[in-house]
Nanobody
Framework: QVQLVESGGGLVQPGGSLRLSCAASKSIFSIAAMGWYRQAPGKQRELVATITSGGSTNYADSLKGRFTISRDIAKNTVYLHMNSLKPEDTAVYYC?????????WGQGTQVTVSS
């Protein structure tokens, strides 16, 4: 089972940007799909974005245009670039490999958007 370690979270002002990183313990090229999910206090975990081994991406409709998922295969790392951040983006962001039902999860990284 792949191990995932997220980093890059923190406190940012509204309108700011952050880049989250997810380092995998094995080649991400061999993983069918990797993704980012988030969970805000009192809410269910929700999809943010996914990227397949072939490079196809998918985003939550509400986040298209502000968030971008990318990867560096040589570094076994997936990134989430977040722009124009809003207070409602405040959540714990989790990296996932191989889907939310049976896949692997990282420990999560907190993103707080506040002035």
């Amino acid at each position: 089972q792949v191990q995932l370690v997220e980093s890059g979270g923190g406190l940012v002002q509204p309108g700011g940007s952050l880049r989250l990183s997810c380092a995998a313990s094995k080649s991400i090229f061999s993983i069918a799909a990797m993704g980012w999910y988030r969970q805000a206090p009192g809410k269910q975990r929700e999809l943010v974005a996914t990227i397949t081994s072939g490079g196809s991406t998918n985003y939550a409709d509400s986040l298209k245009g502000r968030f971008t998922i990318s990867r560096d295969i040589a570094k076994n790392t997936v990134y989430l670039h977040m722009n124009s951040l809003k207070p409602e983006d405040t959540a714990v962001y989790y990296c996932n490999a191989n889907g939310p039902l049976f896949g692997s999860w990282g420990q999560g990284t907190q993103v707080t958007v506040s002035s």
